[in-house]
């Protein structure tokens, strides 16, 4: 059964330092999605990626944030200088993307991101 | 403004009995919808979605039902069981926009 893999799963560490954060997705899969997931705001889309090409990161802090795809199987999400705000569960989701929203998207079992 | 509400943060049922998560949004342009269940440390699984072609779809115990009318779907898990306890997410979207989802609603099947 195919699966998104996301590394690490669990990262701890001091306020200043830049965190990074992987996802391979699905092999075939066309669009990549970060999210990240708060107790208050459930899941909150912070950047989108088809074929490749940044589509949509108006979710993320540009100032701080910063999101690629190197290649087809990796996608990264990057935090500098990560603040302890940034503490959360980051989910990596890829999916078939045609444009036309209707297909779901297979997730990721999460980075969880503790900033001290 | 939240697109996507699911205004019950949390549900209890009795094993065997009928599990309703509902879920109302505000964008007309939504036309497609889909639930998503979670269990802890682990990363939403797709349960079961529907067009707003349709009024209801079914799989297996999980039925679906769209109200487009009043802009709300519910999920119906029957007969409920101990290993559906998980916090399940209502997503939509529509032509060229991506998912938008709820904040999620906890559900526990007591034994």
Known sequence: ?116 | DQQVKQNSPSLSVQEGRISILNCDYTNSMFDYFLWYKKYPAEGPTFLISISSIKDKNEDGRFTVFLNKSAKHLSLHIVPSQPGDSAVYFCAASGLGQNFVFGPGTRLSVLP
């Open chain 1, 1 to 116: 059964d195919a699966r998104v893999t996301q590394t690490p799963r669990h990262k701890v560490t001091e306020m200043g330092q830049e965190v990074t954060m992987r996802c391979q997705p699905i092999l075939g899969h066309n669009t990549v999605f970060w999210y990240r997931q708060t107790m208050m705001q459930g899941l909150e889309l912070l950047a989108y990626f088809r074929n490749r090409a940044p589509l949509d990161d108006s979710g993320m802090p540009k100032d701080r944030f910063s999101a690629e795809m190197p290649d087809a199987t990796l996608a990264t999400l990057k935090i500098q200088p990560s603040e302890p705000r940034d503490s959360a569960v980051y989910f990596c989701a890829s999916g078939l993307g045609t444009g036309n929203g209707n297909q779901p998207q297979h997730f990721g079992d999460g980075t969880r991101l503790s900033i001290l």
